[in-house]
């Protein structure tokens, strides 16, 4: 692809190489000649394709594969888009330098043929060849490569990057402390306008906006408000704020790819003791799981101090989990849940968010959550969004 003068990374090459020749060291344990990584840009699971890639404009819902051989460089196989424009992308933003589309134009393509091509350029035929996120493909794609390449025997690689993902980098947390910061700004903007009366949308729309102005490259919220209680990310139409609600919310805004959130609750005006005492819960309880923050606690460990917390108070689980790791996407590494036992090392990024939903399925519903981001020091967490 021929370059243009306007050429904006993420991070630096040397950076870009480091991460593929961290993956590659990872497929030799796994004894593979080849790697596809499969993402589809979302904002909960993937983000691989975004790692190796080095930008973050791979956007969804439009699929990105990466091919990465046992040596050498590696290739972003991606949709032309309309016009060349996903080309375009990458010609400005994306400093991995072999990017190839699939034949089969943009309402056909044949991605089994463009990743056979691909591999073939990298010196791949036959052998083991790793396809992370495997679980997502769709089956005519996996038959496809299947029945194109006779002499390869397909290993599922699922979570091969997103390990590699976990150990942070110092260009990492600049961008991680950037995106917390914008998060908490777009918050407090939101709600600043909680008073009685103002249209959810207006708040909702202030906040995308100041996120945006910022340097955010988008914003995701999900909002609870409301009786009857709404929770979720859908228009809100004429919905208004009103005296006695609490209202909630849990805001992720995105920085050069990098997610952080920022959750808060604040009670509209004199609320009810229920409603009060849902907030002081998720506050006891993330100030609980907080205090045990350190490099190899897990997130069960964690969560079952936090719900302990919550149960004192009249409250129970919600079905939600109450934290998870935080980077490319919303969600990664762990989960601050029951069964989780990934011990959370030194330098992850995170976020505990004790939740509570009361009464659910009543027009009386409430929640309430509470958490700020952090990055995980040898001494415990550093917050990042004050």
């Given at each position: ?59 969804p819902p439009i699929?990105?594969?990466?091919v990465v051989p ?274 959370i090392q030194e ?40």
């Amino acid at each position: 692809m021929a370059g243009q003068e306007l050429h904006i990374t993420d991070f630096s090459s040397e950076e870009l190489a480091q991460r593929v020749k961290r993956t590659q060291d990872a497929m030799k344990t796994k004894e593979l000649d080849a790697l596809i990584v499969y993402d589809e840009g979302g904002f909960i699971g993937f983000g691989s394709v975004r790692y190796l890639a080095g930008y973050s404009h791979v956007a969804p819902p439009i699929p990105a594969f990466m091919v990465v051989p046992a040596s050498g460089e590696q290739t972003l196989v991606i949709h032309r888009g309309m016009a060349g424009t996903q080309h375009n992308m990458a010609d400005i933003y994306c400093p991995t330098k072999k990017v190839k589309s699939p034949p089969g134009g943009h309402m056909g393509p044949d991605w089994a043929a463009g990743l056979v091509e691909a591999l073939s350029e990298s010196g791949f035929s036959k052998g083991r060849l790793g396809v992370d996120s495997l679980n997502a493909l769709r089956y005519p794609m996996v038959e496809g490569l299947k029945a194109k390449l006779p002499d390869a025997h397909m290993v599922d690689a699922r979570g091969l990057v997103e390990q590699v993902r976990r150990d942070k980098t110092e260009a990492e947390l600049a961008n991680f402390m950037k995106a917390s910061q914008i998060s908490k700004m777009g918050a407090d903007t939101f709600f600043n306008l909680v008073k009685e009366g103002v249209p959810h949308e207006l708040a909702l729309a202030e906040a995308d906006h100041v996120v945006r102005i910022n340097g955010g490259e988008e914003l995701n919220v999900i909002m609870g408000a409301g009786n009857p209680w709404v929770w979720g990310v859908g228009a809100r139409g004429d919905l208004t704020f009103k005296e006695g609600e609490l209202v909630a919310i849990e805001l992720n805004a995105r920085y050069h790819g990098y997610f952080s959130q920022y959750c808060r609750t604040v009670a509209l005006g004199k609320v009810s003791e229920d409603r009060q005492r849902a907030v002081t819960a998720v506050r006891a309880a993330h100030d609980r799981a907080v205090g045990m923050l350190k490099p190899g606690v897990t997130g069960k460990q964690l969560f079952n101090a936090a719900l302990e917390e919550v149960r004192k108070r009249g409250f129970d689980y919600s079905q939600v989990r109450y934290g998870h790791g935080l980077g490319l996407t919303i969600g990664e590494g762990y989960d601050i849940a029951d069964g989780d036992d990934t011990p959370i090392q030194e330098g992850a990024f995170g976020v505990i968010h004790p939740f509570i939903i009361n009464e659910p399925g009543n027009r009386g519903t409430f929640n309430a959550l509470w958490g700020d981001p952090w990055v995980m020091r040898a001494n415990g967490p550093e917050f990042v969004a004050e």
